[in-house]
């Protein structure tokens, strides 16, 4: 059957995107399948062009294949006319793509109500048994409000591991969920039938198998493993933690909460009973929003696509907190940002990246947009790419290599000629577009451009400048952001060469290099702009701490370290800070400072050390600090670092140390033993003569 140019009714919004193929009998071919608010679009995928659209009125159904040979395909049905139509497709996310249309089948043309309610109970995390209703569907478990009808949250098919039975408490049984088995438990006298029929509904609706476990488990295994496998110590201990109010369709109005931090986990715990309310993984987090209407509400979103939103008079550092938390656990997507992801740009689930061809596509719309504007292709682009970069920017020798690196050039010259008034365009556009510029640059022929392209590193360069003007903290952080991916390579295989001519074009201009500082110095005495104070210590931290600044020029990084070392009473009111990534971040500078700088600067450092009570702090972090967590260790081996370098050669720091510990203890600092080696190097996280004896034997000169 022929694609018919049909428009989308006025006021359908795309809410979710899938790239897949359609099957028809011309062959097989690429299509964007997008579920809407009103109806479903196919868009060809190169042009952006609608293809074919069914309002919701004359969309019979959508379901798995049962007959097909492959479990990724799936058929819809639709009218036309007086009968009924059929189209198929396929993608690797068909449970993910039914659901989200399944969400709107109350539209569906005829569609008849499978659903079965059952009477239950839940228990609930303050351990109170709640009557419940849950609501068995054909795309999930809806547990609905007993008293107001209101649905209060959807267990999906699509997310639920599985089912299991818990004897010793009558009619009792968990719902296995979230990609890392955390138990929610019910009860119910009818659970046979109830587990009967999502079973069933799973299977025939969206095409998964789930099953109830053969053993059942205890009400103490429960309670042990409530949390599934971030049950443990670990995953549970604070590592930093905030006190919020949380919003939730479930209350009226906000509820207090404790945020904590964690090595794995975002915990939420009621602060009355200190009961954990919450855990979801720091793997899971896909951005932080910062509002720009109230200064202290802020959303987090997920990768499974839902988002939690909530209010602190500390956002700034909370969300800074957060975020070096979610990237220290081995998630380098997650970013900050200013306004909600729009999933119904991006062309699958947040939780995987983009087909190859997907990121094509958009390299190519960012300079020649088809039928959109140019900062619609931004977002799109955006949608789409990995913060982290492009996750399919080839780096081997060839021909596709050098066809990759030509689009990825072609996109930044784009960037840089489409952007705009940058004293007039918004806020929320000016981020775009850095963020895209710092998704480029983090590929290595993005990284290569900055000093290879005739120009780009003036026009970057202009850019920055302005945005800086406008004292905005989002864009001032995305705007230092991209200049860090510049300073430290975020690819792998990457030359020490270009990432010292980068630094080399960076570092060059001290007018610019004062603006930042004076930028720095003005948060940290004002005790604001924690984003921008944390990207201005990488910024820094890839200049002047090693292992990184032995890519520095030696006259660059000098001039810096003297123009940092001006500002030492400011380095350290930050060891005061509530966070720990800036405490560390504050550190390595301090270090950099007193370990690079002539004599008369390491004295400054060490008497504003004891003036401003940052030796007697440290101190307690280097002896006390007991954790598994990489983040905890590395300040404690940074503490250690500088609670020496503070003491040496200085008298009044010792007679501290001398009123404070044993004599038979402090004299350990002359024994002439060996330093046990049982701990691993946390700072110096890069081998560069490695590295470079490995670009020679490559035939590349460093």
Known sequence: MSESKTIPKKGNVDVASYFTTKHSWRGKYKRIFAVGTKGVTTYNPGTLENTNHWMYEEFVSIGPNVKAQTTNEFSIVFRRGKKNESMRFSTEHRADLVTEAMRFKEQFCGYKSKSKRFNCYKHHWSENRVPVILDVNDCGIDQVNAATNKILTTYYY????????????????????????RLHLFASDQRDDLLKYAIECAGCYIGITLRTRKDPI??????????????????????AEFNVQKYSQRHVDPVRRVLCLTETCLVERDPATYNTVSAKP????????????????FFIEFVKGYQRKFSSTDR????????????????????VKMTFSNRGLRHAPYYVPVDEEVEAHHLKFLASPPSISFADAVVRFNSNVSYSGLLHAVTQDGFFTDNKEKMINVALLALLAKEGDQNTISAVELESQFQALRRLVASKAGFGAFTQIPKFREKVGIKVVKALKRQDDGVTHAAIDMLSALMQPMHDDYDLRQEQLNKTSLLSSKKFLESLLDLFSTHVV????????????DFLTFALCAPYSETTDGNL?????????????????????????VVKGAGLVMKAIIEEGDAEIAAKMQDLALAEGALPRHLHTSMFTTSSDGRML??????????????????TAMALLKRILPTGLLSYLDCNDKVPDKERDLINVRDNLKMAQVYVLLGTTI
């Open 158 to 181: 699509k997310d639920i591991e599985g089912f299991t039975q818990v004897s010793g408490y009558p009619g009792g049984f968990a719902i296995i969920y979230g990609g890392f088995s």
């Open 218 to 239: 205890t009400f103490d295994q429960f309670v042990l493993n409530r949390f599934g496998k971030y049950s443990d110590d670990n995953s549970m201990t604070s590592l």
């Open 282 to 297: 720091l793997c899971d987090v896909f951005a932080l929003v910062r509002s720009q209407e109230s200064p202290q509400i």
């Open 316 to 335: 700034d550092n909370l969300i800074a907190s957060v975020l070096d938390g979610v990237r220290a656990s081995g998630n380098r997507d997650a970013h």
């Open 526 to 537: 004002r005790g604001t702009g924690a984003l921008v104070i944390t990207s201005l210590l």
């Open 557 to 581: 990084f000098d001039s810096l370290l003297e123009q940092v070392a001006g500002k030492g009473r400011v380095l350290y009111k930050l060891f005061q800070h509530p966070s720990m990534t």
């Open 634 to 651: 590395t300040n404690r081996q940074l503490s250690r670092h500088l609670v020496a370098l503070w003491v040496t050669g200085h008298p």
